[in-house]
């Protein structure tokens, strides 16, 4: 979106004894380079802070803080750790790859697990 509203337009006319045209031609400027790059590297960092940190140290994201659960090692009891909760947020997308079925395992599995909960050996608790 960024790159869309700052790009740059040059148009050029040649005229000769038959027609009279006009060629236009649209490259991105360099502020909105550099404004999507700095808006993907802050989205970038948001997500591992959320992702990573908060919910690697404390069990629950933002979103989990609001809904008041957190995500736990199922043989532990605590939270993941950095490392691992990153790895987990990253295996929902085998939860995905079949038309999202792996989502949907909550729905009739005895302790509420996706299935990355269950790869990765995890489950969600109430606060």
Request: net charge positive; charged share 10%; glycine share 8%.
């Amino acid at each position: 979106m960024i790159a869309l509203v700052t790009q740059q337009s040059s148009c050029v006319t040649s005229v000769n004894q038959y027609d009279v045209s006009q060629y236009c031609y649209v490259q991105d400027s360099i502020i909105g380079v550099l404004a999507q790059g700095l808006a993907s590297l802050a989205i970038l960092a948001y997500w591992v802070w959320n992702y990573g940190y908060r919910q690697g140290t404390t069990g629950s994201s933002i979103g989990k803080s609001v809904l008041k659960f957190k995500v736990v090692s199922e043989t532990t009891g605590q939270p993941l750790g950095f490392g691992m909760s990153l790895v987990r947020q990253l295996a929902h997308f085998v939860d995905a790859i079949i038309c999202y079925v792996g989502f949907l395992f909550p729905l009739w599995d005895a302790k509420r697990q996706t299935l990355a909960d269950k790869i990765m050996t995890t489950v969600c608790l109430p606060v």
